[in-house]
């Protein structure tokens, strides 16, 4: 017993050191799963304003975080701020240039103002993938979707649809599986892009059905206005029909 006492009584200081050291990491952990919970959710309820907020401030504390700049980007584009998301977009690829889906976040972007500038991001995820681990590749219906909005957005009408041809189908086939949940909101701009292209392609019907999902996904969301906008449109056009 005296041979106990004596050996714990030698050891307090290194068994205090070692809990203390565990409350720190506990601590530590508990935080950042705090910080990301709340930005997170934010993001889920389309309070995308106060989540930038919430990431701004943890780069105060983080300020060489790529997914925190990721995150930031995401939040301006949701809210149609274009140029914000861009330039967060491309501080996040500062510090790490291997984030292959950031480059066709980027093309998206670009593709509004500089279709030049989109395929050259393009083409730079493409690389980008080559050296990448699965963990961090963009899916083919993905990466399908987007060129097929590049190549609209330069006048390729024709490619334009060959790529959402083979594009959409796979798409269905996975918003079926995951079904609307809480992470659906991510797709909202998604459900926007293939709504207009069957717009193009006069299927109203199926158009109708994915700016619906694109509002219903983020009803927040700059996309959710602009499907809200191409519903007027074919409302419009209905009614125009019906009087004929």
């Known amino acids: 017993m005296d041979n106990i006492m004596i050996y714990f009584s030698n050891n307090l200081i290194n068994i205090m050191r070692l809990l203390f050291i565990i409350v720190l990491i506990l601590i530590i952990i508990l935080n950042k799963t705090h910080f990301w919970g709340k930005g ?22 983080s300020p060489n975080n790529a997914d925190i700049y990721c995150r930031i980007a995401y939040c301006y584009q949701m809210l149609g701020f274009s140029n914000n998301a861009i330039k967060n977009y491309e501080r996040a690829l500062e510090m790490n240039n291997s984030l292959v889906k950031v480059y066709f976040y980027l093309a998206v972007l670009y593709a509004e103002n500089d279709v030049k500038m989109a395929l050259k991001m393009i083409d730079a995820g493409r690389e980008a993938q080559k050296k990448s681990g699965l963990m961090n590749k963009i899916s083919d219906f993905e990466r399908n979707e987007i060129l097929g909005w590049v190549h609209y957005k330069s006048g390729e009408i024709a490619n334009s649809f060959e790529f959402y041809r083979e594009a959409i189908p796979s798409w269905e086939k996975f918003f079926k599986r995951i079904g609307f949940n809480r992470f659906i ?3 909202s701009q998604v459900f926007y892009r293939i709504g207009y292209i069957y717009t193009l392609m006069g299927e109203n019907d199926k158009a109708r059905n994915y700016f619906n999902n694109s509002i219903k996904a983020s009803p927040k969301s700059a996309f959710a206005d602009l499907s809200r906008e191409e519903l007027k449109k074919l409302s419009l056009e209905n009614n125009r029909e019906e009087t004929k």
């Not at 997170?40 to 780069?59: C, P, Q, S």
């Open 40 to 61: 997170n959710r934010l993001i889920i309820t389309g309070e995308y304003e106060l989540a930038i907020d919430i990431f701004r401030e943890k780069l105060k504390t």
């Open 185 to 187: 909101e991510r797709y």
